[in-house]
């Protein structure tokens, strides 16, 4: 079976650092993995490319040609179209075979997933390919902190689901970086749904519209097993197991797959 992972989600949630992890994570099962960098505006990251969409065109090439006048994010939305309408150059430098196991590390730009086209095309290309896409959509653990915080990257999670239209997971990143105290208030998080958690909004008459709002945003949430989340600590392997076991389910099930979230104990230095 031909797998795919995209990986979205804001600037600097942790997707290229992510495909780092899982670059050497295959690397140490020595497990054929192929990681395509789209980002035509990527700096750095710490994997070796097996496509790199920068030697196709750049958002340096688009911003320095003479000839098209754009600004940044115009170059990207440039380039983006540009990948779409050229996708055979990305195929031809896949092995392609039937159990081709492809990372796409893709732009942060929200745009690019909740409104333009662009990101449902190339998707739809892969498809044709036959390879099983799974989306992650990667969220800052930090963020999911506090109901709102939670409620804002819940939905522009689920506008990139609603318009890709494929398997996804949503992937809490960074979760090395929380305090035990905040660890645990994820692992509640993820253990309760989403209306017990915005049982804390601010209800005070005049915001009571709002807090009804959220409220009715949540029962979605939790009514539509689709929505899925897990915590994911780079720097337990147990638990990126778990998640690639996880996206490997949800592909094949789809929407009845099981969600198992987990977040790895915290080791004690002293027990160690
Ligand atoms: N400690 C820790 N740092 C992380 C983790 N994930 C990302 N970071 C750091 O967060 C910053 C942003 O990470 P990136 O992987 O570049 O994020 P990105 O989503 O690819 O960012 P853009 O390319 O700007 O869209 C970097 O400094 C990373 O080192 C993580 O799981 N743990």
């Known amino acids: 079976m031909k797998c795919l992972q995209l990986i979205i989600g804001p600037a600097g949630s942790g997707k290229s650092t992510f495909c780092s992890v899982m670059f050497n994570h295959f ?3 020595r497990r054929p993995l192929e990681i ?15 496509v790199d969409i920068r030697d196709l065109i750049s958002v340096d090439d688009v911003l320095e040609d003479e000839d098209i006048i754009m600004g940044p994010n115009g170059g990207l939305v440039f380039c983006m179209e540009y990948i779409s309408q050229n996708m055979e150059w990305i195929r031809d430098q896949l ?43 990667m969220i800052d653990a930090h963020f999911v902190l506090e109901p709102e915080k939670l409620i804002a990257g819940a939905l522009t999670a689920l506008s990139s689901m609603v318009s890709l239209e494929t398997s996804a997971v949503n992937v ?4 090395d970086q929380l305090s035990r105290e905040n660890r645990k208030e994820v692992e509640d998080m993820l253990e309760s749904d989403c209306s017990q958690l915005v049982d804390g909004v601010n209800d005070e008459p005049w915001n009571e519209k709002h807090a009804a709002l959220t409220r009715a ?26 998640l690639l ?17 987990r ?10």
């Open 172 to 175: 809490l990143t960074k979760m």
């Open 36 to 50: 395509v960098n789209l980002d035509p505006a990527a700096e750095t990251f710490n994997y070796t490319p097996s």
């Open 245 to 261: 076991l996880m996206i490997d389910t949800t592909i094949q099930y789809g929407e009845d797959a099981e969600v198992h979230d």
């Open 217 to 242: 945003i949540a029962t979605v949430l939790d009514d539509y097993s689709m929505f899925r989340m897990v915590a994911l600590d780079n720097t337990d392997e147990e638990s990126i197991e778990d």
């Open 27 to 29: 690397q140490s099962l």
């Open 95 to 137: 092995t392609d075979g039937d159990d081709a196991y492809v990372i796409v590390d893709c732009p942060g730009q929200i745009e690019l997933y909740s409104h333009l086209p662009i990101m449902k095309e190339i998707v739809t290309t892969f498809k044709s390919w036959d390879y099983n896409v799974c989306t992650l959509f």
């Open 263 to 272: 977040i790895p104990e915290e080791v004690d230095p002293e027990e160690e």
